[in-house]
């Protein structure tokens, strides 16, 4: 499966933008990019996904690099309840979704 | 809420006991996940089911027996733990298995300790 590789933890502003980067550098061209997070004591919630072109849902965008080697999930607007663990996965078709360490997001009020 | 509802919330049990984790989705699903969660870990993928028929049995110990008697249905039957086996179990569904756009629901977890 091809990994993905994201900051341990960060830190943000509340109602500050928030960029959750991620690379995958040995992405192959049907891969999906997924992102999930997970507030505390909680299952992981699904964010986003995109394959080539950008997207935007009501919860975040997802901009992904013309390579399509890394990718970054926008916050716009990061509020105390986004405070969470965002996971970056890529999903291939046969696969099952495997879930890393993620990024750790702390928002200071 | 996701859809997926997982009960109990929380469970301790000693080594010799018996006891079971339950999983329900209200989504018309028809793949169901159970993943582990140990602490400071990533998510580990234990078992798959695709129309209620197994797929997927990630090397998991015997001690753990998974059950699925509909695509609406999980269960996960437990005995003889070990504390090791301490960590919050997560259930998952999704429309299809393994399409690379599939996104998972995931229930709130029990939270097991075994002492």
């Known amino acids: 499966d091809a990994k993905t590789t994201q900051p341990n933890s960060m830190e943000s502003n509340e109602e500050e933008p928030v960029h959750l980067p991620c690379n995958h550098s040995?992405?192959?061209?049907?891969?999906?990019i997924h992102w999930y997070r997970q507030l505390p004591s909680q299952g992981p919630e699904y964010v986003i996904h995109?394959?080539?072109s950008n997207v935007n849902n009501r919860m975040a965008s997802l901009a992904i690099a013309e390579d399509r080697k890394s990718s970054t999930l926008i916050l716009h607007r990061a509020t105390l309840r986004d405070a969470a663990v965002y996971y970056c996965?890529?999903?291939?078709?046969?696969?099952?979704?495997?879930f890393g360490g993620g990024t750790r997001l702390m928002v200071k009020p | 809420e996701t859809g997926v509802t997982q009960t109990p919330r929380h469970l301790v049990m000693g080594m010799t006991n018996k006891k079971s984790l339950k999983c329900e989705q209200h989504l018309g699903h028809n793949a169901m996940y159970w993943y582990k969660q140990s602490a400071k870990k990533p998510l580990e993928l234990m078992f798959v089911?695709?129309?209620?028929?197994?797929?997927e049995n990630n090397s998991v110990p015997s001690r753990f027996s998974p059950e699925c008697p509909n695509s609406s249905h999980l269960f996960l039957h437990l005995h003889t733990l070990q504390p090791e086996d301490s960590a919050l179990y997560l259930c998952?569904?999704?429309?299809?298995?393994?399409?690379?756009?599939?996104?998972?629901?995931f229930g709130s977890g029990t939270q097991l300790s075994v002492l």
């Open positions: 998952a569904s999704s429309q299809v298995l393994g399409a690379s756009n599939e996104k998972l629901f």
């Open positions: 089911y695709n129309f209620k028929e197994q797929t």
């Open positions: 995109g394959l080539t």
């Open positions: 996965i890529l999903s291939r078709a046969g696969n099952m979704l495997t």
């Open positions: 040995t992405i192959s061209g049907t891969d999906y």
